[in-house]
């Protein structure tokens, strides 16, 4: 089959691999209908050191399930499927809390343990606990938003709720990439009456409005504290969605928050310490957030998906096959696309 493998920083190909196959009785066989880049996926493509054997890439994707082991119960051959950048069991104490990315079985699809979803077909370890349903034949249109499920609308969603986003609050989305923009419409699905947007781009920030927004920033650093602080009548928002990842996102999160707010922080930490926790902690801010457990989340916004109520696949502005994925991260890095759809 054909699948995407990176051998290092910029160097991504398509490749023939091994069949995807089932190893364990746990395991269900997808063909892949639908997948993405993730703006995850550019760090290691800005950082990966040189390998002679590629890594499997590509952890958000949606299929059609070819075969089960003999010891999956709840998944059958023909179901139309999610697949949460995340696997895991089900069945631990953490999976029982709704932490699927705590299993202590589970694992992380586009890695060498989990295999790649930018290809034609993926190995899914735990298929019982792992895959979501999706409708048979859904129309053509609701498909990019469905893909989100697998990643950026959790995430955007779990930010929204480690930032406690309320009814009639105000909440400061810090990004305006994919997960940041999903954000937008988590806050405004919880019931945001303000929502500003900290970017740059001019066609990310309109789609932010498009999605809920009422304001933006363009400012960074100080000037970006002192705007918010000014549309926000000088006490910062009740909730900050942190959305990109450095330390200097975080610590302007943590700044633009009001006293007894709160940080959800799902950019992928790109710094081991924490900045800002002198101010966190006189301003009495909680910073929580942290890997989205995306898995629990799919039977919340998957509704909402369906009825039109949201639609997060708007996040997708350019769409590939399967060789072009390595055109689809160049255009990411660059910023000229936000979010990239791959059909195999």
């Keep these: 089959m054909r699948a995407t493998l990176m051998f290092g920083a910029g160097d991504v190909r398509v490749e023939d691999v091994p069949d995807a196959r089932l190893v364990e009785p746990t395991d269900a066989l997808v063909a892949v209908n639908r997948a993405a880049i993730c703006g ?12 002679e054997s590629g890594r499997p890439v590509g952890h958000e994707a949606i299929g059609v399930v070819e075969a089960v082991g003999a010891e ?43 295999g790649g979803g930018q290809a034609e077909a993926v190995r899914i370890p735990y298929a019982d606990g792992t895959l979501c349903l999706l409708p048979g034949d859904p129309d053509e249109a609701l498909v990019p938003s469905l893909v989100t499920l697998t990643d950026v609308m959790g995430t955007g969603h779990h930010a929204a709720r480690g930032a406690r986003v309320r009814p009639g609050s105000t909440v400061a989305v810090v990004g305006d990439g994919a997960v940041g923009l999903c954000g937008v419409i988590a806050a405004r699905r919880l019931g945001a009456e303000q929502i500003i947007v900290l970017g740059r781009n001019p066609a990310r920030l309109a789609l932010a409005k498009e999605f809920g927004a009422t304001g933006t920033v363009a400012e960074r650093g100080d000037a970006a504290v002192d705007r918010v602080k000014e549309i926000t009548g000088g006490h910062g928002a009740h909730s900050v969605l942190e959305c ?23 950019g992928v930490p790109q710094d081991d310490a924490i900045p800002g926790s002198m101010s966190a902690f006189h301003k009495n801010v909680s910073v929580g957030g942290g890997v989205a457990p995306v898995r629990g989340y799919f039977d919340v916004l998957l509704p909402d998906v369906l009825e039109g109520r949201i639609q997060p696949g708007r996040v997708f502005d350019l769409s590939v096959g399967l060789d072009g994925v390595p055109d689809g991260y160049r255009a990411m890095n660059e910023r000229t696309a936000i979010k990239v759809l791959v059909k195999p």
């Design 40 to 51: 995850s996926d550019l760090w290691p493509y800005k950082n990966m050191e040189p390998a």
């Design 72 to 114: 999956v119960r709840t998944i059958k051959a023909g179901d139309f499927v999610a697949m949460p950048f995340a696997y895991s069991d089900g069945t631990c104490d953490f999976c029982q809390d709704g932490l699927y990315t705590s299993c202590v079985h589970g694992g992380y699809f586009g890695t060498f343990e989990g």
């Design 244 to 266: 990109v990842g450095l330390e200097d996102s975080l610590l302007t999160a943590i700044e633009i928050a009001r006293p007894g707010g709160a940080v959800g922080r799902v």
